[in-house]
């Protein structure tokens, strides 16, 4: 049966879209993506195009409209060269371990333990051999690992002066920002060769603030060789849009482009890549006056919960919680951490209770939750989350002391048994799976961490410790999101007691390769 245009029947619905259409615009997104609504926008979502429309240009020979916007954004954030990527700061981060691997074959990197996942599974698939920088300080109250210091970069270095690049995150989930100034000069010093590369996936906007105190720095204008940032996240673009910036010397372009064509999709979709261009040439113009009215916002938030709660920990109102206490250079006033030391209550609790009240906070712990105040956020959003908040709360106050974890992330000792990549290519020959309370001490044969913020607290190749086994627990009777091998995490995957490096060479020798 054929039907004219007019006479065709409505289409099957999709749950999803119906999800889209009638449930977000009800709730109240203290989450990403943060997204610019006055933004230059398409007209018709389906006004999409390919590579075959050559008028375009084409994103993977950098021409036409790509290469101006590129150009742009290379500009503002005062890059030598800045690559549009359609698979978020994930897909750049692949691009930069690809372009590392390119470099030199027996590259070594130094990576910060709270990098995210796609860094790590970046160089597992790369096989790049890495180590964490020593000594990761973790904060319990506001389950935040730390940016790490110039000595411990220092340390790291003088231990492996061999290495290639050091890749750490600034800011981090909870808007704490590294000392970029001061370990980049640590770095020239004396290792001139060596490239930075700052994860700077949350750090997108920071060119465009208005003056304000202890704002992190913006990784390009302090020197960084590599910077990636997710422009959905701070940066006022569509959802999965992120940028790559670099600055010539130190990174080769030619090696950039060849792992970059490698990597990104033909048929990236241009209403992205458009949203890209237009949220930033919009930040570009009006960044300013858009940051005021989100600093404002979130300062009345915490202003609001401080005076309603006072047993409440936020993160950077106090001198115990102070920027110095870290080490840090700044913290970004859009962000607003939340520590329940002094409550009955998780995190995930309460972010799952604030969700059924129709307030959507960013990244929930065992002892906190993070919200982001982002662009979209309509006016009267600050009192109903300062509301929602403090009904929930009151009630709930403890009077003794709050046991707080152990630091979960020293669950990889910062100490390697064996490479995470070689235990990836042999752990169907290698491993078995072990109940989770039998694991303690053993070599882990797969990651497993929390989504957000997506740190991997077990990893390949690093013995799993009792902090990290309770750390997960207290998580699964919250019902936290897991990702693991097996949801329910009643089992985990580790090396057999005999694996080890020999295993690998005899699995070599047998053609397991």
């Known amino acids: 049966?054929?039907?004219?245009?007019?006479?065709?029947?409505?289409?099957?619905?999709?749950?999803?879209?119906?999800?889209?259409?009638?449930?977000?615009?009800?709730?109240?997104?203290?989450?990403?993506?943060?997204?610019?609504?006055?933004?230059?926008?398409?007209?018709?979502?389906?006004?999409?195009?390919?590579?075959?429309?050559?008028?375009?240009?084409?994103?993977?020979?950098?021409?036409?409209?790509?290469r101006a916007a590129e150009e742009f954004a290379a500009k503002i954030y005062g890059a030598d060269r800045t690559f549009l990527s359609p698979h978020g700061s994930t897909g750049a981060n692949a691009v930069v371990l690809r372009m590392l691997a390119l470099e030199r074959r027996d590259a070594l990197v130094l990576v910060a333990r709270n990098v995210h996942h796609s860094v790590i599974n970046a160089l597992k698939m790369f096989s790049i051999d890495f180590r964490f920088l020593p000594d990761p300080q973790y904060d319990p109250h506001f389950d935040a690992i730390l940016p790490p210091k110039m000595k411990d970069v220092r340390n790291g270095l003088s231990r492996y002066p061999?290495?290639?690049?050091?890749?750490?995150?600034?800011?981090?989930?909870?808007?704490?920002?590294?000392?970029?100034?001061?370990i980049i000069h640590d770095i020239r010093e004396s290792f001139r060769d060596v490239i930075v590369v700052v994860d700077e996936a949350w750090g997108g906007h920071l060119p465009f603030f208005p003056s304000y105190a202890h704002l992190p720095k913006a990784a390009m204008?302090?020197?960084?060789?590599?910077?990636?940032?997710?422009?959905?996240?701070?940066?006022?673009?569509?959802?999965?849009?992120?940028?790559?910036?670099?600055?010539?010397?130190?990174?080769?372009?030619?090696?950039?482009?060849?792992?970059?064509?490698?990597?990104?999709?033909?048929?990236?979709?241009?209403?992205?890549?458009?949203?890209?261009?237009?949220?930033?040439?919009?930040l570009d113009e009006r960044g300013s006056r858009y940051l005021e009215v989100s600093i404002e916002r979130s300062e009345s938030l915490r202003a609001g919960?401080?005076?309603?709660?006072?047993?409440?920990?936020?993160?950077?109102?106090?001198?115990?919680?102070?920027?110095?206490?870290?080490?840090?250079?700044?913290?970004?006033?859009?962000?607003?951490?939340?520590?329940?030391?002094?409550?009955?209550?998780?995190?995930?609790?309460?972010?799952?209770?604030?969700?059924?009240?129709?307030?959507?906070?960013?990244?929930?712990?065992?002892?906190?939750?993070?919200?982001?105040?982002?662009?979209?956020?309509?006016?009267?959003?600050?009192?109903?989350?300062?509301?929602?908040?403090?009904?929930?709360?009151?009630?709930?106050?403890?009077?003794?002391?709050?046991?707080?974890?152990?630091?979960?992330?020293?669950?990889?000792?910062?100490?390697?048994?064996?490479?995470?990549?070689?235990?990836?290519?042999?752990?169907?020959?290698?491993?078995?799976?072990?109940?989770?309370s039998e694991a303690v001490g053993s070599i882990a044969a797969e990651s497993v961490e929390l989504y957000p913020p997506g740190v991997p607290i077990i990893l390949e190749g690093y013995e799993v410790t009792r902090e990290a086994i309770d750390y997960l627990r207290d998580a699964l009777n919250e019902k936290a999101h897991l990702v693991?091998?097996?949801?329910?995490?009643?089992?985990?995957?580790?090396?057999?007691?005999?694996?080890g490096r020999n295993s690998v060479e005899v699995g070599r020798k047998r053609g397991i390769a």
């Open 162 to 182: 061999e290495t290639l690049a050091v890749i750490y995150t600034s800011p981090t989930y909870e808007g704490l920002g590294a000392d970029t100034v001061g």
């Open 484 to 499: 693991a091998r097996d949801s329910n995490l009643r089992t985990l995957r580790v090396l057999r007691p005999s694996s």
């Open 305 to 436: 919960l401080a005076r309603n709660l006072p047993h409440l920990e936020i993160l950077g109102l106090t001198d115990d919680d102070s920027l110095f206490k870290y080490s840090c250079t700044g913290i970004d006033p859009t962000k607003t951490t939340l520590g329940l030391s002094g409550y009955g209550i998780s995190g995930f609790t309460l972010a799952k209770t604030l969700a059924k009240k129709g307030v959507i906070v960013e990244r929930a712990g065992p002892n906190s939750v993070v919200l982001v105040t982002t662009f979209q956020l309509h006016e009267g959003a600050v009192d109903r989350a300062v509301t929602a908040i403090t009904n929930v709360l009151r009630g709930e106050e403890l009077k003794g002391e709050k046991k707080l974890l152990d630091n979960p992330f020293s669950a990889a000792g910062n100490w390697q048994k064996m490479r995470p990549y070689e235990v990836v290519r042999y752990a169907n020959y290698l491993s078995q799976e072990v109940l989770l």
């Open 221 to 282: 204008t302090e020197g960084a060789d590599i910077a990636v940032q997710s422009t959905h996240k701070m940066a006022g673009s569509l959802q999965q849009g992120a940028l790559l910036h670099w600055h010539n010397g130190r990174v080769q372009e030619v090696m950039m482009e060849e792992a970059y064509r490698e990597y990104v999709t033909t048929s990236p979709s241009y209403h992205l890549l458009g949203s890209i261009d237009a949220a930033l040439r919009l």
């Open 1 to 66: 049966m054929s039907y004219s245009a007019d006479e065709s029947p409505p289409p099957p619905e999709s749950p999803l879209v119906n999800a889209l259409n009638n449930l977000v615009s009800t709730q109240d997104r203290w989450c990403t993506p943060s997204i610019l609504p006055n933004q230059h926008k398409v007209v018709d979502e389906y006004d999409d195009v390919s590579v075959s429309a050559e008028s375009l240009g084409n994103l993977l020979q950098h021409s036409g409209h790509f």
